[in-house]
């Protein structure tokens, strides 16, 4: 084979040239019949399909045909900020309740009231402990008696008697109708039960006793009585302890025109503070 082109065709050298020709024509009559048959009609058809597939949808008329192709917006423009500043505007509504203006004046009432109470309760508690003392002050402020054989803490302002008979050790008075005495008695051959009868009698005879019980004062249990006494027109109020100590009985006796609470602070002075010099 030559390289300077395709091998030439040459005709046949035998006799049969004529019948071989006739073949060759008939052979092209079929592949032409055969090539008119095809008219590319499927073809056409295929690629017209294929070719409208690309062409794009009929767009319905209506605003956008009539004002033009619509406009392509940039990311994050100022329609984006409306439409995300209405959605905050609806979340807040919808979280207040749809009650923006109500829900603030509730709140701003609320605080007002949180903040009045808790200055009110500042205030009682300033002026509680501020009472408180006052009322420890006027507890602390005593004066001291002590004559050598008993000792005691009575009110500041109280007025100081001493004694004028074996029995009468003291009396101290706020005034006349208010005070207190403490008595004294040897008990000899007499036991202090007998002591403490004698004293009850005593006090039935012009009064009533209405509480009677014991006490721990000194170190010691001491019988108590409180009643009221009338001695003459005018009705009293009385507190009597009694205790023992070696072979003397003593005496604090208290003796107020008005109900023994209202000296319950200046008794208790002088009760917790009482003391026999042994």
Known sequence: MSEDGPP????????NSERDS???????????????SLKLKKGESSLSSKVSSFKPNKISTGKHEKEGPRKLRVPHTQANEKSSSKDIRTKFLKTMGQKPVWSII?????II??????????????QTNTGNNTTQHVVNSTNHYNNGNISFDYPAGWN????????????????ENNSFSILQEELLTR??????????????????????????????TAYELEANYKPGDKVFTTRGIAL?????????????????????????TVINSFHVNI
């Open 160 to 175: 100081v008697t001493n004694g004028t008979s074996s029995s009468l050790i003291v009396s101290v008075s706020q005034d």
């Open 244 to 268: 023992q100590k070696n072979n003397t009985a003593y005496f604090i006796i208290f003796v107020f025109d008005k109900a023994l609470l209202d000296y319950k602070s200046e008794m208790d």
């Open 106 to 110: 509730g709140i701003v009432i609320l």
């Open 22 to 36: 006739s073949k060759l024509g008939k052979a092209r009559a079929d592949i032409k019949e055969k090539v008119s």
């Open 113 to 126: 009231l949180v903040a009045g109470a808790a200055l009110w309760i500042a205030g009682d508690k300033n």
């Open 8 to 15: 030439r065709l040459r005709r046949p050298e035998n006799g």
């Open 191 to 220: 036991n202090f039960t007998y002591k403490v009868a004698k004293w009850r009698s005593n006090i039935l005879e012009k009064g009533i006793i209405y509480y009677e019980g014991d006490l721990t004062i000194d170190n010691a």
